[in-house]
């Protein structure tokens, strides 16, 4: 079910280039369709998952047994909650409408490959897989922003993105070489690394691999100062590219921390969880005062990213502080910190995903990003006005929506660790609360210019896109409980083992 | 270990009596069928090709060797090597001949000389297969100046291009000087040991005094270095690949180093590990090479010579497992999948070269895509299986390269090859850039050559098929060791 899952989009690509179709309507009309296959079929995986706290689901086939790699897909809490996110993410991106540039049957079929990569990435239990399709994920981004960027300015973003993201994998990879050389015999398989954990505690050889890993996932995070790829790289990729790169791409970044670092290596995790967190809240400040003095909708937007990626770090690395037996009594908050940071991961993917799908909208209509040229739109747009004051509200934490369940937990959680972080972290909701409401007013609010009288409102295919997302920020804040079951059989087992 | 058996050569000699019977049948045949050349050739390498596979399968019956490995052995008195890798690179030679004279087909079509091209590039198959077997001093000169002197001939063959000219010369200076230091390495192992033979001379090497071993053994390697195109003696490889005719620049880029790489495993094996200290300066070396070899490429605007520049810093990623070898069991199947990798990436490059007609310039590529789909997808793959991208083929090469030198203790090494990696996929880029993003400018008459379209397109999809099959070669190479 699960490989099915998988290799179903990368099917799909191959079937869209075949086949004779033309035209960007009937090319549009197959790649949703397929899309929604993985949607679907998760959600079957989804019904009979059953939370035993272990990975389940599990499908595999031998692949290199000389080297120990093996083809290993399963699902537990963690990856279960990120694969449905990230299939839900694919469809409302594919089926959303942006400038072809004459080529809709390369876009859908790269789009469709970008799935595949994306869904490998959190279903492989296998570190090499892990890697295959993790830097699969990079080259249908490059080409992506590339090809149906904004102008000469994308192809430099695309490149730009391509080379930093590479050398964090690459990184990354020398750290895999060295999980892989410790066991005996070699193997890849993830489950037996998090088992036997052969490579963990204060030895230097634990030290640098820790130290390459967090380097690949601060990179892909992105935490400050590893972040310098993504402004250009969000703002000049088309849109549904754009929600892909922030609501999927920056989740691998996250999904590695605690995949990886936190259950493969916790001992040198907890020892080096607090330049971590430092760097965490450097991130949640420093990238919502960014996004404050951003004049471009979109670059606004993109340094969001930044801020909320760093809640999530910050609740990781408050849960990865301290081992059980050595603090005691802290099994609570550490849990709390962990499910918040991978709601936060879940909710950030629907909530900026959505967003950056409306910055294609207001681009299709008005061909610009600049807040000080457009005002007044909710007059002309009262549907795409509301849409995004609730997305919007739903970032700045707004109570009862999903953004606001994650953060609360990891503060909660990370408080009684880190007291002062958190304190400051605080600051963070508050900026990013003014830019939000700034921005809202700016655009939508005042007096409609002369030159947006005739400014359309949604179209139907993009508010099926965006409703969807949406909905489901609404309920993951009003009713989180299945959720949170699901993401709880993954932390409980975690902090009290 | 004596054994003689004639039959342990047909790879050899089946090259041997084809070269020359191609060259009769050139002297005798037509010039309008002078074609035909190419199809003997071919048929000539399919044989040598079958018969150094099935190898294994019909020593297994005659021969007794160890128990461990009951096929492999040294043959012609320990001179000449039938193991495991030995076959291998052989296989990647040959194959790679195979896809040449492909390449070479439309390539030298009005060329009334084109028989000859055919018997040299024979010969200097034979040279780099021989190489990969050689155990023995003497039979590695006689390799190396075989595939060297076939080597600047085939390089000059253009003989009234300028640039075809002086890439010979320049190739031809600097093989001369490096063959000639080797000789006189080679000098100095016999008189330190008394022997030419590998399997011999261990022995007596380890009670030699660490200055002539030292002396001896640096002047063997900056021979080698020439023909994988090592620093110090890389120079030749971007004006050869730039200058050379276009088949002969892929074959040359290729072959020999693949055969030289081989008996460079073999030689270094033979020296006493402590003492001689040749670990650490191939680690430079190679370190050194690959570095250069980026930073060079960097800048490159002709795409030959962007693939001369890359074949250089290849070179620098393949010694990693020399520096590998004898601390991991990964270092020999590693550098025997990382090679095969590299020729098909560096034929199918070269092979779309060959389709557009020898076009080079970065400019002249944009908007290939859209003229081009195949070749520039063909492209796409060959780059980024240099960059080392999965699941090509390249991928499993860095990282079964990256895991032997991490486990030899040359974790430094593996870093650098890390930060060159990501290097090269900058200059990789500019060219899949223009390839994707830019519109071509105008229709470029010249037709496209289908055969080399092709053979582009096969060495792709045996990157593809390669690196999905990763087990194929690793289980095969799996208990194997490397004979001397």
């Known amino acids: 079910m699960i490989t099915v899952t998988l290799f179903l989009p990368l099917l799909g690509a191959l079937l869209l280039v075949v086949l004779p179709l033309r035209g960007e309507r009937s090319l549009r009309v197959a790649a949703g369709l397929v899309a929604l296959a993985p949607l679907v079929l998760l959600m079957v995986v989804w019904s009979r998952f059953k939370g035993t706290g272990t990975f389940e689901q599990i499908e595999s086939a031998p692949w290199i047994p000389t080297l120990g790699a093996s083809y290993m897909v399963g699902v537990d809490g963690l990856s279960l909650a990120l694969a449905a996110m990230t299939a839900l993410l694919f469809f409302a991106a594919i089926i959303y409408p942006v400038d072809w540039r004459g080529k809709p049957k390369a876009y859908f079929a790269l789009f469709l490959f970008l799935e595949t990569a994306s869904l490998g990435v959190f279903l492989s239990l296998d570190l090499l897989l892990f890697y295959v399709f993790w830097d699969l994920s990079l080259v249908g981004m490059y080409f992506l922003i590339g090809v149906w960027g904004h102008g000469e300015a994308a192809r430099r973003s695309a490149l730009k993105f391509f080379l930093y993201t590479l050398a964090g994998s690459l990184v990354m990879l020398l750290g895999v070489l060295s999980l892989y050389l410790s066991t005996a015999p070699h193997t890849f398989d993830m489950r037996h690394l998090i088992a036997t954990r052969p490579l963990d505690g204060t030895g230097l050889a634990a030290t640098l691999t820790f130290s390459g890993f967090a380097l690949a996932f601060a990179i892909k995070a992105p935490l400050v100062p590893f972040h310098t790829w993504l402004p250009p790289a969000h703002v000049d990729a088309p849109a549904p590219a754009s929600t892909i790169l922030a609501g999927v791409l920056l989740k691998m970044g996250t999904y590695g921390f605690v995949r990886i670092l936190l259950q493969m290596m916790p001992q040198t995790f907890s020892r080096l969880a607090l330049p971590v967190a430092i760097l965490a809240l450097v991130s949640v400040v420093y990238g919502a005062l960014v996004a404050l003095a951003q004049q471009n909708v979109k670059r606004r937007i993109a340094y969001t990213s930044v801020n909320h990626m760093g809640y999530a770090i910050l609740g990781i690395a408050a849960a990865a502080a301290i081992l059980p037996g050595l603090g005691g009594g802290f099994t609570q908050t550490r849990s709390l910190a962990l499910t918040g940071a991978t709601v936060e991961m879940v909710a950030h993917g629907l909530i900026t995903g959505a967003l950056f799908l409306m910055t294609g909208s207001l681009w299709r209509r008005a061909d610009t990003y600049e807040i000080s040229e457009l005002g007044g739109l909710a007059r002309r747009a009262p549907i795409f006005t509301g849409l995004a004051a609730v997305a919007a509200f739903a970032s700045l934490g707004l109570p009862g929506l999903a953004g606001f369940v994650a953060e609360f937990q990891i503060f909660v959680g990370g408080f009684p660790v880190y007291p002062w972080l958190i304190a400051l972290a605080l600051l963070g909701l508050i900026i990013t609360a003014a830019l939000f409401l700034n921005l809202l007013q700016r655009v939508f609010l005042g007096p409609l210019p002369e030159r947006w009288q005739e400014f359309r409102d949604l179209d139907r295919g993009e508010i099926v896109s965006l409703a969807m997302l949406i909905a489901f920020v609404v309920v993951i804040g009003v009713a989180p409980g299945w959720l949170l079951a699901v993401i709880d059989s993954f932390v409980r087992p975690l902090v009290t083992r | ?484």
Request: hydrophobic share 60%; aromatic share 10%.
């Open chain 2, 1 to 484: 270990m004596s054994g003689m058996t004639v039959s342990d050569l047909i790879p050899e000699l089946a090259l041997l009596v084809g070269s020359v019977v191609v060259l009769i049948s050139a002297l005798f045949l037509p010039r309008r069928l002078q074609p035909m050349n190419a199809a003997l050739a071919l048929l000539t390498v399919v044989i040598a090709v079958v018969a150094a596979a099935s190898l294994p399968a019909s020593l297994k019956s005659g021969f007794q060797g160890s128990a461990m490995h009951p096929w492999q052995h040294l043959s012609f008195s320990g001179t000449y090597a039938i193991d495991s890798f030995a076959i291998a690179a052989k296989v990647i030679v040959l194959s790679v001949t195979a896809l040449v004279i492909a390449l070479s087909v439309d390539w030298f079509r009005s060329d009334p000389r084109q028989g000859e091209y055919y018997a040299l590039l024979l010969m200097s198959a034979l040279g780099a297969i021989t190489l990969a077997g050689a155990a023995d001093m003497m039979e590695m000169v006689l390799a190396m100046l075989l595939s060297s002197a076939t080597g600047y001939v085939l390089v000059a063959f253009h003989r009234k291009s300028r640039r075809s000219a002086e890439a010979a010369i320049k190739y031809y200076l600097l093989g001369a000087l490096t063959n000639g230091a080797m000789l006189y390495g080679v000098a100095l192992f016999f008189g330190l040991s008394g022997t030419t033979v590998f399997s011999d001379m261990a022995a007596p090497l380890r009670l030699a005094g660490a200055l002539p071993l030292v002396a001896a053994w640096s002047l063997v390697v900056v021979g080698l270095a020439f023909k994988i195109g090592a620093v110090p003696a890389h120079a030749w490889l971007p004006d050869v690949a730039d200058g050379a005719p276009a088949p002969v620049a892929a074959f040359v880029t290729v072959a020999p180093k693949v055969g030289a790489l081989i008996v460079l495993a073999r030689f270094v094996s033979v020296l006493p590990e402590d003492g001689a200290g040749w670990r650490v300066v191939i680690a430079a070396v190679a370190a050194l090479t690959m570095t250069l070899g980026n930073i060079a490429a960097l800048w490159q605007d002709d795409i030959r010579r962007l693939l001369g520049w890359s074949a250089v810093s290849q070179t620098g990623y393949a010694l990693m497992a020399i520096v590998a070898l004898g601390r991991s069991s990964l270092a020999l199947p590693a550098l025997i999948y990382f090679l095969a990798a590299y020729a098909l990436g560096n034929v199918g490059a070269f092979a779309v070269v060959v389709a557009l007609r020898g076009r080079a310039k970065r400019e002249r590529y944009a908007g290939l895509a859209r003229s081009h789909p195949w070749l520039a997808a063909a492209l796409t793959v060959c780059f980024l299986s240099f960059v080392g991208i999965p699941p090509l083929a390249g991928f499993a090469g860095k990282l079964t390269l990256f895991g032997a030198t991490i486990d030899a203790g040359y974790t430094w090494l593996a870093v650098l090859a890390v930060l060159n990696s990501v290097l090269s996929l900058a200059y990789y880029a500019r060219f899949l850039g223009p390839i994707y993003f830019d519109e071509a400018p105008e229709q470029s008459g010249a037709s496209m050559d289908r055969t080399a379209a092709g053979v582009a397109i096969v060495s792709a999809a045996a990157l593809v098929g390669l690196g999905l099959g990763t087990d194929i070669v690793f289980s095969a190479l799996a208990n194997s060791v490397l004979l001397r």
